[in-house]
């Protein structure tokens, strides 16, 4: 049903674009190319990039270093993928909510068709015949199938929340799902059609995922969430959160998984993005977006120190003794997705903020080329200030960046101990004093700001996070104005609980006359066009110790995916809230409870806002 109302919405802008297609070269200026993945031919002779904030993708020779091609195929581009014969690719848009077609003849790529898949898809995979794609929809938490011949949609599987990288084993039998919100991997039979095993790796933020050649193990890079209060001490330590490289086992083996801490003390890593194996099995290596570098480990000289089911706060002293099994490589820019060549040495990184593809020789661990695919010769302010947003080095000994908790803008789903509720819990492992990194889609629209709404001034709140929340030093006006411009470019995603023109369902519109009524009393508090009224409340979800009284009403927009809800996260979904810690009853006094088909409706009305 889902699916059916965004197509119906959709199918006049399809038809605008077969009737007109654009094609885009690298050789001017244009728009920031964004490559955030990537996607190598079996022979290793062409490369495949999704370019998100160009709405395209581009074809590279690998030989020469040439971008052969670029076409538009739709809204914001996040995984890609290419047959083994090198004529089919496919491209997911996070944005635009469907799977584009491409036809790659020669040095010429082509759009011939696209299926809808879903709100929010980001990582696909294609079979070895090029017959079937695989796509992680992440606000449907499902993987979709899709017949490449027929165009159409084959079916559908629940796995965890908010899929994100997906990875084929090498005889095309499982599929390897990273989920990103709730930590852990699931693993599909595909000619059974079913989830075999779901695989808790303790872990959050599960980007890039791959099966290593032998088929028996599954890598995928990740962060640890530690949860204790961000003072200097706790973030040197490894105890507020760290990065990790962690295996898999896909063939039942024990232990399910197990990982490598990346953050050695005094340097740390930040947001793992990419990983990759070599073909021989010599060399792992893993980008970190954060702190704008490669990190390399080789297999063949001594075992790695993986820990079964567990993680080390610190990178295992071992690895730095300067043996050669573990190297750095800086990149600069944000490094995302990567590819090993067939050579079993040669990488290919996807780097968004450098509008580039880059080429490490791992064995040597040393960059040895950069592919620019194009982009603006003077970024904007707000460019600028995105890379403010994805530099950890900003933090203390380099451990996270604003884009750690609040993923590509929006929220990671995790909460924290910092200082913007004005205390922190120093002595016991407390949930108290924990809050939800909020959704920042909107966020200049929607002062004041923080959970108690203390702070009246945007800019004065970004140095707050930088010089509390981070522990790091004191940012520049300018650094603070561009990222202040970079926060105000961050916009909701199409609603895709609306019907096809936009308008509300049935039932929605029966909960807009709930929510407006007296009995629920949310218009009280959640009202005007961000739905917060920028004003002090008491919600009873007050603690005795809080350093300031009530809180500020966040914006509703985009609720239907901003879970887990309220300030601490307590709640998982919009029901758990509104039957419990924030009902009706409980927030407006003398309200009743509402019917079950009372709150069906108020839910059908609040996702879609």
Known sequence: MLGRRIGARMVLGWAVFFAVPVVVRADGDGPHRSPVALALSVDGKRLLTANQTADSVSLVDTASGRVLDEVKTGEKPAGVAIAS????????????????????????????????????????????????AYVAVGVENEVVRVDLDGRKVTGRIGVGREPRGVALSPDGSKLVVGNARSGDVSIVDLKKWVVEQTISIDGTNLRQVIVAPDGKTAYVANMKNRRFATTKNNIDLGWVLGQRLTRVALDGSSPTFSTISLDPRGQAASDAHGVGVSRDGRLIVVSLGGTHELMVFRTDRKRLPWRDENSRDLMASELLTGDGRFRRVALGGRPTEIVFAPDAKTVYVANYLEDAVQVVDASAAKLVRTIPLGGPKTPSLARRGERVFHDATRSFNQWYSCNTCHSDGHTAGLDFDTLNDGRQDLSTFHLKSRKKAPTLRGVTQTGPWTWHGWQKNLDHAMVESFTKSMQGPRPSEEDVRALVAYLGTLEYPRNPYRNPDGSLTPAARRGQDIFRSSKAGCATCHKGPELTDGKIHIAGLEEPDDAYEGYNPPSLRGLYDKDPYLHDGRSKTLREALSGPHSPETVVSGSGELSSQEMDDLIAYLKSL
């Open 85 to 132: 014969d090198g004529r089919r690719a496919v491209v997911a848009h996070w944005y635009g909510y469907d799977l584009a077609v491409i036809e790659v003849g020669g040095d010429k790529l082509k759009v011939v068709g696209r299926v809808e898949v879903g709100p929010e898809p980001r990582g696909v995979a294609i079979s070895w015949d090029g017959a079937t």
